[in-house]
């Protein structure tokens, strides 16, 4: 950081952040809660997120597709990655903020790739297909949590017949859990929207869809995010 004392840092850094991402991100359509995190809504009602992430003198961003319909999922990165994907070096790529200078060069570029290939990345994930087959392909997370995702996913796109399908995967992937895992909370929370997702089934086609509704409300207050309600 040179001469600067960690205070002028801070100055400087806030004075930046909100002149390269407060206000272009929300001139986008992104809504900011806290100080590092802009939430949206794509065209599918899904959550599009960016979360900045500084240490010391570094910054880099996770971006991530939350999907609405999924209680399961919802506190989850999920669909994503960070900035670094798009750069060409590596993913887990830090900019550097080492003096003034530097964070407003650091900035504009990944405002630029935000604005750019994010947004490109972000665009892709709005097709009904393409969303169902990234999700379906996720490395990053534990099968189940795909599962009942897919499962959530189908509901969403009236696709009934093959919401029991990916049901019955949920289950079979917890069937193979020791006993002792099947206690944890994250586990139990996929297993109740699995069964809340085959009452639903049972019940009929409008039952799907208006609990569907009814999730994506829900999630959106449950993250605090209200103010992306229509």
Known sequence: MGELTTKEFNVIYKKNFKEYFDKPLKKDGFYKKGTINFYRLNKLGFLEGLNFQRHYDRVTVNFFISLTCCQAVKDSIGIGGRLGNFTGIEWDYWWDLSDEETIKV???KMLKIIQNELYEWFENLEEEKMIIKQNLNQKSCARIYVYISQATLMAKFKKYNEIIPY???VEEEYNSYPQEEKEWDWVKNIMEEALILKEKVKEGHKSIDEYIIW????????????????
């Open 106 to 108: 650091s900035m504009q």
């Open 167 to 169: 049901i019955k995967k």
């Open 215 to 230: 999730r994506e409300k829900e999630t959106l207050l449950e993250l605090g995010l209200e103010k992306l309600l229509k």
